[in-house]
């Protein structure tokens, strides 16, 4: 026990610094939920002066018909726009830019959608996070369960982190197992409502996030 606990001191770091950049994802993607109106110069205005630091588009296959786009961390506008395709994405060329039909529905919106500088970090701290559980053997759930909380579940990899191989609030001290282990049909249904939770708690979030700024 004691050989292997030098081993389980850096799991537990590593799972802390994970968990760490993954809610640092969150928080700063909750504005993006809940956007003040601006209009096409103010997004013009912005790209000229070098503070979008993220752009998220909608699009026919055509034109761009609107723009979410993030000038730092917790401020992110919305404009409807018409730009040709093409003449956007040289607009834009510089500036990290998502469409929202690329958007994959099995990967949490908040992952990919980081608006600051090395932002990709989240995605890849998620994608780790990942790997650890499908090459794991879940305490609380089988892989199956902790796949849909991960995709469907939105914050499922916060949740693992939390709570997998034990609590963390246990440290490298060993837990007890649980009375029951989640299936995977379970944990889908669990997925679910988590995400419809997250959601909402989210908007709510992004909602007061606005208000505060409004009132300043």
Known sequence: MEMRQPYRLIGLFLRVLLL???????????????????????????????????????STPEQVTSVKWAEGAFSWHYAGVSYPVDAFIGRTWEVPTRSESDSNRWIPFWV????????????????????????????????????????V??????????????SLWYGTQPQDPPRYRRT??????????????TVALGALAGALIEAVRSST
């Open 112 to 151: 990919y959608i980081t608006p600051v500088k090395y932002g990709w970090v989240v995605a890849v701290a998620w994608a780790l996070a990942l790997a650890v559980m499908l090459g794991s053997v879940p305490r609380l759930a089988n892989r199956w369960a902790w796949l849909w909380l991960f995709t």
């Open 184 to 197: 995977g049909g379970v944990g889908c249904l669990n997925a679910i409502g988590l995400a419809v939770v």
């Open 20 to 58: 760490c950049v993954l809610m640092w994802g969150v928080i700063v993607s909750i504005p993006s939920l809940s956007l003040p109106g601006g209009t096409p110069a103010q997004f013009e205005q912005a790209l000229d002066q070098d503070r979008v630091t993220f752009v998220i588009y909608r």
């Open 153 to 166: 579940g939105q914050i499922g990899a916060i949740l693992f982190l939390l709570l997998e191989p034990r």
